[in-house]
């Protein structure tokens, strides 16, 4: 009785949270897969990263980058721990996000009526990577200031409006002050990312409702079960990488001191920024690498588009198969640009990029519209 | 839970249901307090900040009649030795007479009674006082004067004429050891 | 869980207590490497002498306060009396919160270029503990072939072989207080060790809290998976 008062003063004023309820009723299939609470994860991931930013934003000082990250991890009371949910929080959400984009292509997720969601998906993994780069920059090490100090200085002495661009986003080439003001976009970027969550959220809570279950059941408790028991997995793997393997898919080089007159031996990114520091490092010219990787993420974007088939169409055999070479190319392109050692590695680069738009622009369309028949 | 009662098949599934599902939240919650907690301790002082709020500073090189100033929690601190005559001088004024009054015991460390430390900033108009480096004027009452307002102090930092009406005020602090004091 | 780890912390100091008596140097190995790993205090108090002997003069170690040798097993009196011996550049002796900085040397008494710091210096290097050790024991006669650099001196283990830092231990430069003999290979050894938890001071709290925290998680999925599956069970 008095929770129905309380309820309906709320409702009354603040809609939403009665909505949200509603969202419990038997509309979810039964037996989704636990892949399908990969959005769930990627909130927590986020959630956490949001948090430990926060901690971690109090102590860092971007005039001395690295001292600060050197002070947080010695001097603040669990400061390792908050630092290390930071870093392998990076690693476990972009993990997740490259696992959902994947799992979307190969079930042809994108199709109607998906095509905002997956939309949607796209544009997370793009403010992701900006984020996640802009974070590598914010950690100073010897290896992400060379990466910084490369694109600051490439960025700023572009011609035209692509200059104008560089020069507002960098404050001039990389000094002191670039770091503050990464660190501000760093946190307002990462606030977007929220917001293309809840966007996210809405759309898929959406397209939910327009199916029709064969077998409904309510989200509580059969899918807050589910959830949590992904999440309690996803949890272990973190725990597993964060406090036995933290620097894993990281360079190791970073973890020293920049220094403004030794690059180096290797310049490679964290894993997940790999594969699109790959396709950016095939073109020559800054422009080129600003295009590649803008085109990288366009490609994914017209999916919806490039695929011929009905949406209901099934997956060929030989879609399936190409959705292998993807998986192998993708990681090719991260593994590509991580051994500098390896001297062919540099024309298998070349090779990868071409396969990608290769798959995405000629194979998907061709291969789809043939198995449509 | 209750809503799904109806579909429980036995007794016995569904009480094992309900202690496993009690255990699993439980569990959950401990875990996500565990996660909680580093966040909550890593707000409070890091150690550059907890050593700095609990400054010691040695006294026991300070000569008698002279003073140090130090830096604490933002204010300036003035630490002054007195003299036997000082100490005798102070403790003979009747505490009744003063603006406001304070006893001498209120205003030093029992067993330390030599040692006065004070917030060196003017209860008036709010500037730094003289009378802590050797060549500055201390006023008629040989403790601290202000530049601002001309407000005096005796030794013990009592208010003891112009504008101000309030004692200087005593930071939080304590004697670790003869030598050193501690703040905070 | 507590029950479970007493005993395991209590074998994992005795085995530290008495890792002074284990020979670590043939072949040589390191107790804080691989993923549940943990340092030997012993070695690392020892290596903290012989960084405070032998490279303290020269080489910063900024990233560390003298409060952290607590950590390594050091009383807080010895702490402060280990700070209290250092001077700083003012002249002032140390206390536990400053920093293991050297009196300033100008870079001009180096050549130009300033020793580099040494609190991250084995995460710099790949390999970084071997790396060290093996630097400090590879001082070598130049070979015929070799016309070394003014100011420069052989070292098998440095990158291009001509390091601009004079031979800084030749072992007997300190007298261990627990009886190790101090020769040039140990002595190198408990540097590295030492050099090691400076540049992962949460090392062992790692390990540690995370053979509980993936203990944990393990239970947690597993109860979490078996509750998912009995109540999905039900609705079939």
């Known amino acids: 009785m008095s929770t129905d008062v309380k309820k309906s003063w709320l409702a009354s004023r603040l809609p939403c949270p009665a909505k949200e309820t509603g969202n419990c009723a038997p509309t979810l299939e039964r037996g989704a897969p636990y892949l399908a609470r990969l959005p769930a994860l990627i909130t927590g991931a986020a959630l956490l990263l949001l948090a430990s930013g926060f901690v971690l934003a109090v102590y860092y000082n971007p005039d001395h980058g690295f001292a600060s990250i050197q002070f947080i991890a010695r001097n603040v009371n669990s400061g390792w721990l908050i630092q290390g949910f930071h870093a392998t929080g990076a690693t476990m959400l972009f993990a997740a996000v490259y696992l959902l984009l994947f799992r979307d292509i190969y079930r042809r997720a994108y199709t109607a009526p998906g095509e905002l969601v997956w939309l949607l998906r796209v544009k997370l993994f793009a403010l992701l990577l900006l984020v996640g780069w802009l974070g590598y920059a914010l950690s100073d090490g010897a290896v992400a200031y060379w990466s910084l100090t490369d694109a600051a200085n490439a960025a700023t002495g572009l011609g035209g409006a692509a200059g104008v661009v560089g020069r507002w986003f960098f404050g001039g080439p990389n000094g002191a002050g670039t770091l503050a003001r990464l660190e501000v976009f760093h946190a307002v970027l990462a606030l977007a990312v929220l917001g293309t969550l809840g966007a996210h959220r809405c759309a898929t809570r959406a397209l939910a409702r327009q199916a029709k279950p064969k077998h409904p059941v309510s989200c509580h408790p059969y899918y807050t079960a589910q959830t949590f028991a992904a999440f309690a997995v996803f949890a272990l793997i973190f725990a597993v990488l964060m406090f036995f393997a933290p620097h894993y898919g990281l360079n190791p080089l970073n973890r020293a001191a920049a220094d403004s007159l030794i690059i180096p031996a290797v310049l490679s990114p964290p894993w997940y920024l790999a594969p699109v520091s790959a396709v950016a490092s095939v073109f020559s010219t800054t422009l080129g690498s600003i295009f590649g990787v803008i085109a990288m993420l366009a490609v994914l974007a017209a999916l919806p588009w490039l695929d011929r088939s009905s949406p209901a169409g099934k997956r060929g055999l030989v879609y399936r198969l190409l959705m292998g070479l993807l998986l192998l190319d993708v990681i090719g392109l991260g593994w590509s640009v991580s051994d500098p050692a390896c001297t062919i590695s540099g024309s298998l680069t070349v090779f990868f990029t071409i396969w990608y738009f290769f798959h995405f622009l000629v194979l998907t369309p061709l291969v789809t519209a043939l198995e449509a028949k | ?184 | 869980m507590r029950r479970l780890f007493a005993p395991l912390l209590a074998a994992g100091l005795l085995f530290s207590a008495a890792a002074h008596a284990e020979d670590t140097l043939t072949p040589l190995h390191w107790q804080s490497q691989g993923s549940f790993g943990s340092f030997d205090k012993a070695a690392v108090q020892r290596g903290f002498l012989v960084y405070q002997s032998a490279c303290a003069s020269c080489h910063s170690a900024s990233a560390l306060h003298y409060r952290d040798l607590e950590a390594l097993g050091f009383s807080p009196e010895q702490a402060a009396g280990i700070a209290a011996s250092v001077k700083l550049a003012n002249g002032a002796p140390a206390t536990l919160d400053d920093t293991f900085k050297p009196a300033a040397v100008p870079a001009s008494a180096f050549g130009g270029a300033l020793p580099p710091d040494l609190s991250t210096i084995e995460s710099a290097r790949p390999h970084g503990l071997d790396y060290v050790y093996n630097l400090l024991t590879g001082y070598t006669a130049a070979p015929a072939s070799v016309t070394l650099l003014p100011g420069r001196f052989y070292n098998t283990g440095y990158p291009g072989q001509q390091i601009a830092m004079p031979q800084p231990l030749k072992g007997n430069d300190v007298v261990y207080a627990d009886g190790t003999a101090a020769t040039l290979p140990q002595e190198a050894s408990d540097v590295s060790a030492f050099l090691a938890w400076s540049a992962d001071p949460n090392l062992d709290e790692r390990h540690e809290i995370g053979v509980r925290a993936v203990l944990f998680l393990l239970f947690l999925s597993i109860i979490a998976i078996a509750t998912k599956r009995k109540i999905w069970r039900e609705t079939a």
């Open chain 2, 1 to 184: 839970m209750a809503g799904t009662s109806e579909h429980a098949m036995e007794h016995g599934g569904e009480s094992r249901r309900d202690f496993l599902k009690i255990l699993t939240v439980a569990s959950g919650a401990v875990g996500a307090g565990a996660v909680i907690w580093p966040f909550i301790d890593a707000l409070g002082p890091d150690a550059d900040g907890a050593a700095a709020a609990h400054l010691i500073v040695n006294v026991a090189g300070i000569p008698e009649n002279s003073a140090i100033t130090v830096t604490w929690a933002g204010l300036p601190i003035y630490i002054r030795k007195l003299t036997a005559q000082q100490i005798a001088d102070t403790k003979a004024v009747v505490t009744s007479t003063l603006v406001d009054p304070a006893s001498f015991n209120s205003r030093v460390k029992p067993g330390y009674e030599s040692f006065v430390v004070v917030v060196g900033l003017n209860t008036g108009s709010p500037c730094a006082l003289e009378g802590n480096a050797p060549a500055d004027p201390r006023g008629p009452f040989d403790g601290w004067l202000s530049p601002c307002d001309g407000s005096v102090y005796d030794p013990l930092g009592r208010v003891r004429g112009g504008p101000s009406t309030k004692n200087l005020v005593i930071p939080r602090f304590k004697f670790i050891n003869d030598a050193q004091i501690q703040f905070g």
